[in-house]
Nanobody, 123 residues
Framework: QVQLVESGGGLVQAGGSLRLSCAAS????????MGWFRQAPGKEREFVAA????????NYADSVKGRFTISRDNAKATVDLQMNSLKPDDTAVYYC????????????????WGQGTQVTVSS
């Protein structure tokens, strides 16, 4: 069974930075694309960023391009989200997600999810 555990959330002032990390276990991490999503209060969950199994391909939501960077370490089975120039609109619960099909990038749905970590950006 795939397990994803996020860490690194917290409270930060606007303009600040946070780094989220997701530790994966339960299967061969290096064969699967990973993603980050977020859900703000009263809103639907939305895509933030994705990275391919090798790390060679990435994709970002327009709202975070140039501010967030997704990366992965296949040796450690972790995927990180570096968030810079944070804005109050970035406040949300951030979720790590894993694709269920190996060697695929760009899937619209992910089948494995972490429990989420809260990010709060004060103005």
């Amino acid at each position: 069974q795939v397990q994803l555990v996020e860490s690194g959330g917290g409270l930060v002032q606007a303009g600040g930075s946070l780094r989220l990390s997701c530790a994966a276990s339960g299967r061969t991490f290096s064969r699967y694309s990973m993603g980050w999503f977020r859900q703000a209060p009263g809103k639907e969950r939305e895509f933030v960023a994705a990275i391919s199994w090798s790390g060679g391909l990435t994709n970002y939501a327009d709202s975070v391009k140039g501010r967030f960077t997704i990366s992965r370490d296949n040796a450690k089975a972790t995927v990180d989200l570096q968030m810079n120039s944070l804005k109050p609109d970035d406040t949300a619960v951030y979720y790590c997600a894993a694709d269920s099909v190996p060697l695929r990038f760009g899937a619209r749905r992910y089948d494995y999810w972490g429990q989420g970590t809260q990010v709060t950006v004060s103005s």
